[in-house]
């Protein structure tokens, strides 16, 4: 059922969006909605490096598609593991539906949550070491040190 991609490094975008076009080309789908998000130039870093827990993100997703699916549309979901440097993209999210408003409403909620929810650290590159970004990571209920628990 997941339509859901990892890669090294950073994404790309190009040839991820046309494929997934192409794969729900011949659906009746009204909206495609991809949102694309890149690793902005700032606080003087190289770029970020992610690492993901594999098993709770599937089941994070899978959970995504469920919802998805009830209203006739689908997800579909791209992110980096490891290095990705400034004006690479990272994470690629994209709704398919048969109407307009529930692929806009779902690719923000999708959007949101997955960056409440998901299980995936970040770090900054800065002069060539990798150093945990905890000021810009989010909290995951019982995720230990991260989880609310002190």
Same mark, same amino acid.
């Given at each position: 059922?997941?339509?859901?991609?990892?890669?090294?490094? +950073?994404? @790309?975008?190009? #040839?991820?969006?046309?494929?997934?076009?192409?794969?729900?080309?011949?659906? @009746?789908? +009204?909206?495609?909605?991809?949102?694309?998000?890149?690793?902005?130039?700032?606080?003087?870093?190289?770029?970020?490096?992610?690492?993901?827990?594999?098993?709770?993100?599937?089941?994070?997703?899978?959970?995504?598609?469920?919802?998805? #699916?009830?209203?006739?549309?689908?997800?579909?979901? *791209?992110?980096?593991?490891?290095? $990705?440097?400034?004006?690479?993209?990272?994470?690629?999210?994209? $709704?398919?539906?048969?109407?307009?408003? $529930?692929?806009?409403?779902?690719?923000?909620?999708? $959007?949101?949550?997955?960056?409440?929810?998901?299980?995936?650290?970040?770090?900054?590159?800065? @002069?060539?070491?990798?150093?945990? *970004?905890?000021?810009?990571?989010?909290?995951?209920?019982?995720?230990?040190?991260?989880? +609310?628990?002190?």
């Amino acid at each position: 059922m997941s339509t859901l991609e990892l890669y090294e490094g +950073g994404l @790309n975008v190009p #040839e991820i969006i046309t494929r997934w076009y192409a794969e729900e080309a011949e659906y @009746n789908y +009204g909206a495609y909605i991809p949102f694309i998000g890149t690793v902005r130039e700032e606080d003087e870093i190289e770029g970020l490096s992610f690492d993901v827990y594999e098993p709770i993100l599937s089941s994070w997703f899978d959970t995504w598609q469920v919802k998805a #699916e009830a209203l006739g549309a689908k997800l579909k979901m *791209a992110h980096s593991r490891g290095d $990705v440097l400034v004006h690479e993209s990272s994470y690629i999210a994209a $709704v398919f539906s048969p109407k307009r408003r $529930v692929a806009l409403e779902m690719i923000e909620q999708f $959007v949101e949550d997955f960056k409440a929810s998901a299980p995936i650290w970040k770090y900054d590159l800065k @002069n060539g070491e990798r150093l945990y *970004a905890r000021d810009r990571s989010t909290a995951i209920a019982g995720a230990g040190i991260l989880g +609310g628990k002190q």
